[in-house]
């Protein structure tokens, strides 16, 4: 019913009915009535117009942050911790205040009992979950938080890269958001103090830095993709303005015969005869398919049309947007790593890099010769060093410090599979 932006707003205008519905979390422990509950929360903060009014009593309660809390360490239901995983992830999103009481080693761990509850696997609740860690290193304890639960939230985290990547190639469709959230709770396990245990923990299971690899040349081809969808996006778009002014507007005698007819009658003829070559048959099917999409317009199939472009632009915008947050997640991530690293002193992470696909260190050195040269530099001292047996990272450095990096132009191949 709250759903009903009509009955929502009535729920909410009721002080009454909103602290007996935050009372509910200290008075009842069965999980039906807590499932409703937290479902009627969440609907409640997902609508601007019924948002602040709980907010408000939120911020009064004194047993709301702790119910959240013990609801992700204890709860064994699956629908459970996805409604308190979400309440928590929004409220942390909107409201600096209620974030920073989150914000707490208490919580890092209920997020990790919650995430194991729910698998390691891609849902709605592990996706909140994760993003409760990314804004946990927002506030100024962020450090502390993580540095405590280290090891449980670096498994966690990398538990659940390889449900995504440990695959032959890594797709990104509508997993940048996750992704990057995963990489930005590396970071901060990495960062946090001291810095040396958290390298000790990369150095143990490279699986992270294996998965990031995959994920920068998955970015590359998704940067790619997007590209390409833009400039058709575009050039549709175009044609269709194009069309739409030059088609003088008029009304359609559905009794007459298509303007494109009487040719595509003739080319059916010479098709008998043998006498029409492949390209005039392409043009003729050209020029009739032309012919039918400016009388669409015409019958106001333009406005769908222009519907669905602006539609298509936004979308193309969203994923867009989204492959930039990642790339700069993967970005910082290699960045803290490295330089975490002892100066020009050999590590196992080194030799992961030199033994991966040159395509791969190809497209991950790029990535720092644009965003991070200081690690080029770290990287190249400790491959410069003897007895190291880094030739494949020293001809790979060599190979993109002498290259003008380029976006390959598309192949016939990539285009038809689009």
């Known amino acids: 019913m709250a759903c009903c932006k009509g009955v929502g707003s009535q729920i909410t205008d009721s002080e009454g009915v909103r602290q007996v519905v935050l009372l509910m979390l200290d008075a009842y422990s069965d999980t039906p009535t807590l499932v409703e509950t937290t479902r009627l929360i969440v609907v409640c903060l997902s609508t601007e117009n019924t948002r602040e009014l709980w907010l408000a009593d939120i911020k009064k309660s ?145 699986s992270a830095i294996t998965f990031a690899l995959k994920i920068v040349e998955a970015i590359r081809q998704q940067r790619r993709r997007l590209s390409r969808l833009s400039r058709r996006s575009d050039e549709h778009k175009k044609l269709t303005e194009t069309l739409t002014a030059r088609q003088p507007h008029s009304t359609i005698n559905v009794s007459e015969k298509p303007a494109d007819s009487e040719e595509r009658v003739n080319a059916a003829d010479k098709r008998v005869d043998g006498d029409l070559s492949a390209s005039e048959e392409s043009d003729v099917d050209g020029r009739a398919r032309t012919e039918r999409l400016a009388k669409a317009s015409d019958n106001g199939q333009a406005d769908d049309n222009g519907q669905a472009d602006d539609s298509c632009q936004r979308s193309l915008s969203d994923s867009t947007e989204s492959t930039e947050i990642l790339r700069e997640q993967i970005l910082d991530f290699f960045r803290n790593v490295l330089l975490a690293l002892p100066k020009e002193q050999m590590s196992p992470v080194y030799a992961l890099l030199n033994s991966s696909k040159s395509s791969y260190l190809h497209q991950l050195l790029r990535l720092l010769q644009d965003g991070a040269p200081e690690c080029i530099s770290a990287i190249a001292a400790v491959a410069a060093l003897r007895g190291t047996g880094l030739h494949a990272l020293r001809d790979a450095l060599k190979h993109v410090q002498t290259t003008k990096v380029s976006l390959p132009e598309d192949n016939k191949e990539e285009e038809k599979q689009l």
Request: proline fraction near 1%; aromatic fraction near 4%; hydrophobic fraction near 45%.
């Open 62 to 206: 004194k047993t709301f942050v702790e119910n959240m809390r013990f609801i992700l360490q204890s709860s064994t239901s699956s629908d459970l911790i996805k409604n308190v995983a979400n309440i928590v992830d929004q409220l942390m999103d909107i409201e600096e205040e209620i974030c920073s009481a989150f914000s707490t080693p208490e919580l890092v761990l209920a997020v990790v009992e919650g995430m194991k509850q729910v698998g390691v696997v891609w849902s709605e609740a592990a996706e909140s979950l994760l993003h409760i860690l990314t804004l946990v290193r927002t506030t100024a304890e962020d450090s502390s938080c993580l540095a405590l639960h280290r090891e449980s939230v670096f498994s966690l985290v990398t538990d659940f890269l390889h449900s995504l990547c440990d695959c032959a190639m890594v797709t990104l469709e509508s997993k940048e958001t996750v992704l990057a959230s995963c990489y930005c709770i590396l970071s901060a396990v990495v960062m946090a103090t001291p810095s040396d245990d958290g390298i000790e923990l990369i150095e143990q299971n490279s």
